[in-house]
């Protein structure tokens, strides 16, 4: 393995870092940085949209606001170089506090980040995350239930 691969395999765990720091902190100029301007984030398999990355950012922080805290963990980081693209596949855990639910809510699965090198370094311009499963998840109300907040 040469040198540029190593460096690009540690830049692009950098990048996983900041995006659990940004997430976490509400730090959403870090969590953008994570990112392409152009950038689509899929967080549909847990029930959240997939949208643009500026718009997903407005979505985050207004929901995010509410959590006493969450601690987003990735591990088992997979990376297949091809130039200046990747394909990242990366574990994911998640315990968090909501509001609402007694206890804690957990969940993991996978992050899937389309990369491209930038000149300001690596950046996802697409991830999906791929939630398999969760531990005292939010339920949704049953259809044609309003929940107003008190």
Known sequence: MDLQTLADRIEIRDVLT????????????????????????????????????????EFLS???????????HVTNIEVHLDGDTAKVIADFYNPMQIPGVQGFTYTGGY?????????????SRHLYEESIWF????????????????
């Open 111 to 123: 992050y899937h980040h389309d990369m491209v090198r930038t000149p300001d370094g690596w950046r």
């Open 18 to 57: 900041r995006y659990c720091h940004g997430i976490d902190r509400g730090d959403w100029e870090m969590y953008r940085s994570v990112f392409t301007d152009d950038a689509i984030v899929d967080y549909s398999s847990a029930g959240a949209p997939k949208l643009p990355r500026d718009e997903m950012v």
């Open 135 to 150: 531990v005292n998840p939010v339920q949704a109300p049953p259809e044609g239930v309003v929940v107003s907040p008190s």
């Open 62 to 72: 207004a929901g995010f606001a509410a959590f006493p805290f969450t601690q987003h």
